[in-house]
Structures are given as structure tokens and as C-alpha cells.
């Protein structure tokens, strides 16, 4: 990062303690700071602390005619590489989606022509609001990218998703944007799914598995960074949102399939979600109540929608590479090439999942790729190493076939 230029614009809400760390951490690579404060912002932060960290005068006040003489709010964004809002309260992406310029810090998010990066920052209920949600939509759209937010506890005493991410992140996530890699995937799109699906038993009870969703949100993440339009469809997962991908979020086999299908055309699939096979045959709409004295209520089940197979057989509009996952505890190799030619995909990526090989929770995989031409076995490796090797072998097929 070095020699570059960042504008940090940091709005209201408690994360903005996390940005004096951040400045610090973001000169350390090389990087120049200067930051445009909001009135919210300036409730947690002081300017004085900011302009000691980044060594440069912090602009608060649009109607400063010092400032505007000094240096206009146009030029504040054009000399910068790139601005990042953090953090990102739902006030001010709320003015972002709606081009409102009311101070300095939105005047100069609507005037921009530079990159913007978000992250988030906001208490569980306004995340999920779906304004919020809407905004989100409208700004990804318009190619602001996002880092965050995270699960976890909030100054409010609530749990859930809010967090700002850590100054560390919103580093790494400046490094990356930074980064000289390569965007070999750059105009194609991928559909990437993820994660366990959840199958309503009645309206509190739900069949589920184990899987994180770990391997599945690395392969996303690994497309994004190669320049690639990514939709991640994923199931219930603690994991925050992989910067750079559309994310949605859905609950059931057949949401996935819905949800996977309006993401059509796309040029990738990667079905990484651990899809239940069987929901139940109706699911109440009241709770299933215990009866005094009768039996356990039978669970009548039928097959759901195989959402890979599906891509698969989808005619002209069947992505140009469709790869599978296959999760068998034996025979993996010989279980993984009859699913291949079940299922009619391009690739299958084979691991084992039984339980003493700790897959499916954790941090690693080990792994075997099936392609039509036989098959390798990878060494064991963290599954963000699986997702970046694999990724790398998929821009290789699509150079190889131009
Ligand atoms: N898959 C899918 N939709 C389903 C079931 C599975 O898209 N309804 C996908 C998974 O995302 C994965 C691949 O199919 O890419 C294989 O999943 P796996 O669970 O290993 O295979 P199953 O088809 O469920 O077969 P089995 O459980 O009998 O091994």
C-alpha cells in the first residue's frame, strides 16, 4: 500500500473507537490517512485524536470557506486512491443509496468518482431491517464493496450481526483492494453455494447438519478476489458476509434452488452447500404439540430438489463449469466419480468427512479433484488454501478455452 491514499470517512456509532487503531495500522503498510468526520462520528472520536494518528487536518464542516479554499470537498475525494466508510452507520448508507449530500462526509461520498468500501456498523435490528437491506442491495449495485459486518456482542448488550469488523480487517480488506493480483475472472459471473440448509419440522423445529459453511464462503471470497461477479446463496452460518459477493441468504433446499436459479446466466457454479437430501412431507404451521400419552409424532419425508444435478441438466442455461462437492466417509475416490456421472458436473471436489478427520467443523480439508480427465489428490491445507488453488484452477480452464 505503499505511496497510496486513503480517505476514511467515519460516521456515528461506537465502532468509530476502532478507527484510531486503524489508521495507525493502515500507515504502518505505507499508506497516507485523512479522514472527514461526521457530527455522529465526532461523538466517539475527537478530530484531534484522528489528525495526531494520520497527521493531517480532519475536515468536518462542509461550510468551512478555509476548508473549501484549502482544499474543496471535490478534491478531497479525487485525491485519494480510495474511500472507506468506516464505520458505516445505516444513516449514512441510507444517504448513500439515496444520493443525499446533507454534510461534508456524504457531499463527498456523492461527489466521488474513487472505489468505495464499506463496513457496516449497527446494532442487530437496523442491520436486518429490510431498508437496511435494501440499501445495501442499491450501493452493491452501484459497486461499493463491503467488509463486515460481523457476528458477535454489541455495545447495545444485544448479540447478532453488527459488528464493525476488526482494524486488522479493514486493513486487509484496503490490501487486497491494493493488491496487484491479477483479475483473470474479471467479467465473468459465479454462483456459489454454501453452508447447511435448514427444513422446517413446524414453525420452531428444523432438520439441519454440521456444516460451517467454512469451505464454501473461502471459494466465494477466492472468486471475488479474481475479479469474478460472485452470488453466494448460503444457508444459516455464523460467518460473516465474504467482501466483494452478493450474498443471499436463505433457509431451505428448495430457497437455495430458487435463489440459485434467478442468479442465472452465470458462466460458474460451485455447490458447496451440504444441501439436506429429505424435508418433511408438510410442515405445520402451528408447533406440533406433545399429546399425553400417544407416540412420538412419525416424520414423513420426501427428497429434495438436488440443486446440482439441476444446474447440470439446465439446457442453455447451464453455466459453462459446474462443480460439485462430494462428502463421503468411504471410498471416497470411487464414491465421488459415480456422483460425477450422476450428476452430470464438470468437476467434482471429493473430501472426507468423517468425524476423525475434523472437515466439517474445521479449519482444513483435504481433498481429491475429479475432472473428466481422471483425478489428483491435494495435499492437506487450510480451506482457504483449497479455495484459492481451486479458483486458480478454474481461471486457468477459462484462459485455456479462449
Ligand atoms: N447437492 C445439491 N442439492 C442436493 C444435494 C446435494 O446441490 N439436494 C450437491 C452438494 O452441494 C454437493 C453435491 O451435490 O455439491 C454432493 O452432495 P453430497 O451430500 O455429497 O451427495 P448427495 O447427493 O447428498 O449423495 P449422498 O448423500 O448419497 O452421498
Redesign the pocket.
Known sequence: MQGKRVLLIVSGGIAAIKIPETIRRIREQGAAVRCVLTEGGAQFVTPLSLSALSEDKVYTDIFSLTDEHEMGHINLSRDADVLMVAPASADIMAKMAAGMASDLATTVLLATDKPVICAPAMNVRMWEHPATQANIQTLKARGVTFVGPEEGDMACGEYGMGRTSEPAELVAALRDFFSDVPKPLEGRHAVV?SGPTHEPIDPVRYIANRSSGKQGHAIAAALAKLGCRTTLVTGPTVLPDPAGCDVIHIES?RDMLAAVEKALPADIAV???????WRTADAPGQKIKKQPDSAPPALSMVE??????TLSAAGNKRPTLVI?????TDDVIA?ARS?RDR?GCDWIVANDVSPATGTFAGDDNTVHLITGDGEETWPRMSKADVATQLVARIAATFEAAE
Not at 455447490?271 to 437430501?277: I, M, S, T
Not at 429434495?304 to 444435478?309: E, G, R, S, V
Open positions: 453455494t433446499a455447490c458447496a452447500a451440504a444441501v439436506a437430501d429434495n430438489p438436488d440443486i446440482l444435478a460439485g462437492f462430494a462428502a463421503e464414491n456422483k450428476k
